[in-house]
């Protein structure tokens, strides 16, 4: 089977698309990296609960930052949504934020394990995340370890799913005919 890596902006339409992707197949799981807020943030509540309302009612949710196991506990097609997220909890859970050498190892580590997982399932795989490669270098230390990290994570991603789509102006690239940059 094959993994595609959807990127985008914010609010571009990349999680749309993503689960597009699976119209008509019932048997999904969705994997969310981010915990559904507190009410705190009245916005984002109501963001997740029209994706929430967007997808299908038999698709299973699992909410997790374990990625690796929410992929070999699944046995059907599964969707990611988001890489972003998903960087951005590791980051809090092991409260690297401020520790950039170790934030690097542990993100390494994750993603070794990761990638060998997306290339070996035996089902469809579909993975979100933010494109930060089009924002302006952020001065603050912890921002700019977050967009280095998160540049790192989509070009490892990309570098093994056979299908890479782009959501840009909201048109859709299929980049995945496009080379590769070697590290």
Known sequence: MTTTLVLGGPRSGKSRHAEALFDGQHDVT???????????????????ARHQERRPRQWRTVETLDLTRALLGSRQPVLIDELADWLHGVLDEQDLWSEPHR????????????????????????????????????????????????????????????????????RVLDLSSAPVLRA
């Open 103 to 170: 934030a690097q190892q542990v993100v390494q580590d994750r993603l070794d394990e990761l990638t060998v997982v997306l290339q070996s399932m035996p089902f469809d795989i579909v993975v979100v995340t933010s494109d930060p490669s089009w924002v302006r270098m952020p001065d603050d230390p912890a921002e700019r370890l977050f967009v280095d990290l998160l540049s790192h994570v989509n070009q490892r991603v990309s570098a093994v799913s056979p299908s890479v789509h782009a959501i840009v102006a909201g």
């Open 30 to 48: 969705f994997v969310a990296t981010r915990p559904v807020p507190d009410s705190d943030d009245p916005d984002l509540v109501a963001r997740i």
